[in-house]
């Protein structure tokens, strides 16, 4: 069964504060989320979304909103969720540290374990190297809802786009503004060195690269991707190694490129 989900948080301890999620069939499910500390409610986040202060105070906290939402879900067989972007992970995983009931920590882990960000995958489709904006794809394809962060309305377009982008193939960008604009070079541009056994993959339209390391990775950006006058240093290097790290975590794309990193077990012998 595949489950459309998206949240709201706060902005800096970043704690689930709205739920939106909708099945393949249709069925809803949506709750505010009362966090941990209120004292992490700002004003940015209200502004954001509508959600008050006051209306958090009264909400139910994360125990039970997700006690309730493990009883919506349907685990009489497979459990796939799908978001948007690569920031709701990170909400289920805060809001974690802080539930004590052990239906909301397995609802929670379930999410988690289960997620699926199909924002690269829809980049991919639309020929370009960036996220493009979930509303823009509702507007291409005349989905009907409500734009303006609300999880469940949120949840609903993401259905719809999704279920579009089905056996979907273009051959170029609809949207002048995200399409890939090549860089100019004195010099021509090189391809890294095939590996046989790579950690990490870098996709562009098509065409995939591999690299035996982060570091590896990271010395190809310095080399063919970095403005020529870019200062080139080991904190430069280990900071686009670590951006290549996140991104490959979670297949996002970071300088123009979907990075995917590859487990152990699914190298072959």
């Known amino acids: 069964m595949k489950y459309y989900v998206d949240f709201e948080a706060t902005q800096f301890d970043q704690e ?47 125990d039970e909103v997700f006690e309730r939402m493990f009883d919506y879900v349907d685990k009489s067989e497979n459990v796939q969720f799908y978001c948007y972007g690569n920031c709701d992970g990170r909400f289920v995983k805060m809001t974690m540290r802080h539930v004590t009931s052990f239906k909301a920590q397995c609802m929670l882990g379930l999410i988690y374990s289960s997620l699926t960000d199909v924002s690269p995958e829809i980049s991919e489709i639309f020929r370009t190297n960036q996220s493009v904006s979930l509303y823009k794809l509702a507007d291409y394809y005349n989905v009907a809802g409500v734009r303006g962060h609300n999880a469940l309305a949120d949840a609903k377009i993401l259905k719809q786009v999704y279920e579009h982008t089905r056996g979907e193939v273009l051959e170029e960008c609809p949207f002048p503004e995200y399409v890939v604009k090549k860089k100019e070079r004195t010099e021509p541009f090189h391809e890294p060195e095939p590996v046989s056994d790579p950690h990490v993959t870098a996709s562009l339209d098509g065409t995939t690269y591999g690299f035996a390391s982060y570091g590896k990775a990271a010395d190809w950006i310095m080399s063919e991707i970095l403005p020529e006058k870019a200062e080139v240093t080991a904190e430069t290097k280990s900071n686009i190694s670590n951006r290549i790290v996140r991104a490959a975590a ?14 152990k077990e699914n190298k072959p012998q």
């Open 16 to 62: 689930i504060i709205s739920v939106g999620c909708i099945n393949e069939n249709g069925r809803e499910f949506y709750s505010l989320v009362r966090p941990h500390s209120m004292r992490k409610m700002t004003g940015f986040i209200t502004d954001l979304t509508g959600i008050t202060s006051a209306e958090l105070r009264r909400a139910p906290d994360a």
């Open 250 to 263: 979670n297949c996002s794309v970071y300088h123009g490129y979907v990075w995917r990193s590859i487990p």
